[in-house]
Nanobody, 127 residues
Framework: QVQLVESGGGSVQAGGSLRLSCAVSGYTYRSNCMGWFRQAPGKEREGVAT????????YYADSVKGRFTISQDNAKNTVHLQMISLKPEDTAMYYC????????????????????WGQGTQVTVSS
C-alpha cells in the first residue's frame, strides 16, 4: 500500500498563495506518477497537475498554468503544489494521488489512472 497525507490548505484572499504538501509513505515503488486533483462542491474531481517521479515531467491543467507548480522532494518523499495568484474559482478540496502508468510525455491527469489517494486538504479563496 501507499499512504498519502496532504497538508497546507487554508483560507486566503484572491491573489494570495498557498503551498500544499503530500507526504508519501509505504510501497512507493508501486507508483511512478503523482498528481494533485481538486473537487469543488457539485463538480467532478479534476486533475490540476501531475509529475512523473522518475523523469520529473509535469502536466498542468489550462486553468492553473502559470500559477501552480508541482514539484517533488525525493529525499523527503514529498510532493508539493505551489499555488500563486489564487482565484475564488480555485476553491476546492485538494487531493494528492499516486499511481503507476506507462508514461508517454507526462503522467495522465485522468483520475481513474490513480490507485492511491489522500484524505484531502481544503483550499478556500475569498474575493
Amino acid at each position: 500500500q501507499v499512504q498519502l497525507v496532504e497538508s497546507g490548505g487554508g483560507s486566503v484572499q484572491a491573489g494570495g498563495s498557498l503551498r500544499l504538501s503530500c507526504a508519501v509513505s509505504g510501497y512507493t515503488y508501486r507508483s511512478n506518477c503523482m498528481g494533485w486533483f481538486r473537487q469543488a462542491p457539485g463538480k467532478e474531481r479534476e486533475g490540476v497537475a501531475t509529475i512523473s517521479t522518475n523523469e520529473g515531467r509535469t502536466y498542468y491543467a489550462d486553468s492553473v498554468k502559470g500559477r501552480f507548480t508541482i514539484s517533488q522532494d525525493n529525499a523527503k518523499n514529498t510532493v508539493h503544489l505551489q499555488m500563486i495568484s489564487l482565484k475564488p474559482e480555485d476553491t476546492a478540496m485538494y487531493y494528492c494521488a499516486a499511481g503507476f502508468q506507462v508514461v508517454v510525455g507526462s503522467c495522465s491527469p485522468a483520475k481513474y489512472r490513480y490507485n492511491y489517494w489522500g484524505q484531502g486538504t481544503q483550499v478556500t479563496v475569498s474575493s
